[in-house]
């Protein structure tokens, strides 16, 4: 156990607590950073529905509890529709499934569970993280546009955009990364990452001091690939300079207006 998962179980709360008011400073302020991306890249309008995806994974869990947190001071009001894929080949456990609906309906967001499989049918044999993604991403598009709905949040978060960095430097040789609002369709849909500027040492302390229901995903290449190893370097990196994912983040400089410009 890592010294902060230990003093997060010291302070172990609910969620029922801090969905009943009972809300410390750290977690308001997390609450507040994920306000600030939203606030900052118009990533949320009145009224709008938002499609949340939740893997059970810890950052859509903390994305989940975020957006429904605000919803309680907020003076204009959207609703939140979580969708989990539940992958044929790595299907979650009914147990665990059980414990993710408890959580949602604490949160008060309704979740759907899609059944699909991971393998398209042009799968070739060569399966991969990027064609993963892309599977699941069609699998959102294609309920986003059932539902009526225009926004999809994702839960990265400031690491997984300073890794993307990274990875997109010094592997392929070009300076960009995920955006914090991503349009498809000309403007017909966004994926938006409210979480964008949350650092993961945060829904780390989080998922350990609310004992968030996490289901750990059974994939493969979820320990090996190159986020895994890049992940000390930059821990290293921020011992010398504590903010040196927020410059790299910075760096980016990310157009605010994007949500704004494409608007109807
Ligand atoms: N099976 C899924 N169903 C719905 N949404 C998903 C699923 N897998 C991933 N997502 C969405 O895509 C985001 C990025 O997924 P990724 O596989 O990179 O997981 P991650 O960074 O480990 O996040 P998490 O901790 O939420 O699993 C997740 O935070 C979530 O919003």
């Given at each position: 156990?890592?010294?902060?998962?230990?003093?997060?179980?010291?302070?172990?709360l609910s969620v029922e607590m801090v969905m009943g008011g009972n809300i410390p400073p750290w977690i308001m302020r997390f609450t507040k950073a994920a306000g600030k991306a939203i606030n900052r890249y118009s990533m949320i309008q009145e009224g709008e529905t938002v499609i949340l995806g939740i893997s059970?994974?810890?950052?859509?869990l903390a994305l989940a509890l975020a957006l429904s947190l605000r919803l309680k001071?907020?003076?204009i009001s959207y609703k939140l529709h979580g969708?989990?894929?539940?992958?044929?080949?790595?299907?979650v456990p009914d147990q665990k499934l059980t414990a993710l609906r408890?959580?949602?309906?604490?949160l008060g967001i309704p979740l759907e569970t899609v059944r699909a499989s991971m393998f398209p049918e042009s799968f070739d044999g060569k399966f991969n993280c990027y064609l993963c993604s892309r599977n699941r991403r069609r699998i959102?598009?294609?309920?986003?546009?059932e539902l009526g709905v225009r926004k999809i949040a994702l839960g990265h978060h400031l690491d997984d955009i300073v890794e993307t960095t990274m990875i997109n430097?010094?592997?392929?040789?070009?300076?960009?990364?995920?955006?914090?609002?991503q349009d498809f369709f000309g403007g017909d849909l966004f994926v938006i990452r409210p979480m964008c500027e949350v650092r993961e040492s945060i829904i780390h302390r989080l998922t350990s001091a609310l004992d968030l229901?996490?289901?750990?995903?059974d994939c493969p290449y979820h320990e090996t690939n190159i986020r895994a190893r890049l992940k000390p370097i930059v821990r290293e990196l921020s011992h010398i300079d504590r903010y040196a994912r927020e410059h790299v983040y910075n760096a980016l400089n990310f157009p605010t207006d994007l949500m704004k410009s494409l608007q109807r």
């Amino acid at each position: 156990m890592r010294v902060n998962d230990a003093a997060a179980l010291a302070e172990r709360l609910s969620v029922e607590m801090v969905m009943g008011g009972n809300i410390p400073p750290w977690i308001m302020r997390f609450t507040k950073a994920a306000g600030k991306a939203i606030n900052r890249y118009s990533m949320i309008q009145e009224g709008e529905t938002v499609i949340l995806g939740i893997s059970g994974g810890k950052d859509s869990l903390a994305l989940a509890l975020a957006l429904s947190l605000r919803l309680k001071w907020l003076p204009i009001s959207y609703k939140l529709h979580g969708l989990h894929i539940d992958w044929e080949e790595y299907p979650v456990p009914d147990q665990k499934l059980t414990a993710l609906r408890r959580y949602f309906d604490l949160l008060g967001i309704p979740l759907e569970t899609v059944r699909a499989s991971m393998f398209p049918e042009s799968f070739d044999g060569k399966f991969n993280c990027y064609l993963c993604s892309r599977n699941r991403r069609r699998i959102f598009f294609e309920k986003a546009r059932e539902l009526g709905v225009r926004k999809i949040a994702l839960g990265h978060h400031l690491d997984d955009i300073v890794e993307t960095t990274m990875i997109n430097l010094f592997f392929r040789g070009q300076f960009d990364s995920m955006q914090p609002v991503q349009d498809f369709f000309g403007g017909d849909l966004f994926v938006i990452r409210p979480m964008c500027e949350v650092r993961e040492s945060i829904i780390h302390r989080l998922t350990s001091a609310l004992d968030l229901p996490v289901v750990k995903p059974d994939c493969p290449y979820h320990e090996t690939n190159i986020r895994a190893r890049l992940k000390p370097i930059v821990r290293e990196l921020s011992h010398i300079d504590r903010y040196a994912r927020e410059h790299v983040y910075n760096a980016l400089n990310f157009p605010t207006d994007l949500m704004k410009s494409l608007q109807r």
